[in-house]
């Protein structure tokens, strides 16, 4: 097994990006693997429902992107785990690429999501693109849901890379 030194964990808060960070964590704690944290807001999707010359509506995406990263931190902080974090608007499909090469990343943690054909097509969702983008391993986790609440749950000072879109 190659040697994984840098391990981006990539988190949206679903059930499945909980999963990803769970295993992520498990496997960068067996490999005392440095551990980054990415939580990508879509801005396609938000700005679709809001104006997006709207501040406000910017302020509002920004600061959920803020608190899910914030999350994450603790969720791993709980686990003795001290992670980097980092959060980008735009498409996952780009920025994880972009974040995994920019920290020379040797493997990116995804969750997966189970949908239909019709699902993907009506979507015009196309994951398979995410491993044409990068140059370093991908571990995709699957599995059932993980426990929203955490007991002992400390709160890290971490730093935070913000990435606009340009």
């Known amino acids: 097994m190659p040697a994984f030194r840098c391990i981006l964990l990539c988190y949206d808060g679903t059930r499945e990006g909980q999963h990803a960070l769970k295993d992520g964590a498990a496997l960068a704690q067996d490999l005392k693997a440095e551990v980054h944290v990415l939580s990508v807001v ?17 302020e509002v995406v920004t600061e959920s992107a803020r608190s899910l990263l914030e999350e994450g931190l603790k969720k ?19 920025q994880i690429p972009f ?18 054909r019709l699902a993907r097509w009506w979507g015009g969702r196309n994951d398979g693109l995410l491993l044409d983008r990068v140059s370093c391993s991908v571990l995709v986790t699957m599995g059932p849901e993980t426990g929203t609440g955490e007991a002992g749950v400390e709160t890290v000072s971490a730093d935070v890379t913000v990435r606009p879109v340009v």
């Open 42 to 58: 879509n801005n396609a999707v938000w700005a679709y429902a809001a104006d997006i010359t709207s501040a406000t509506a910017a």
């Open 76 to 94: 791993l902080a709980s686990r003795g785990l001290r992670a980097t974090g980092h959060f980008a608007l735009g498409d996952p499909l780009d």
């Open 99 to 116: 974040f995994a090469d920019d920290l020379k990343a040797d493997l990116i943690v995804v969750g997966h999501r189970h949908t239909s």
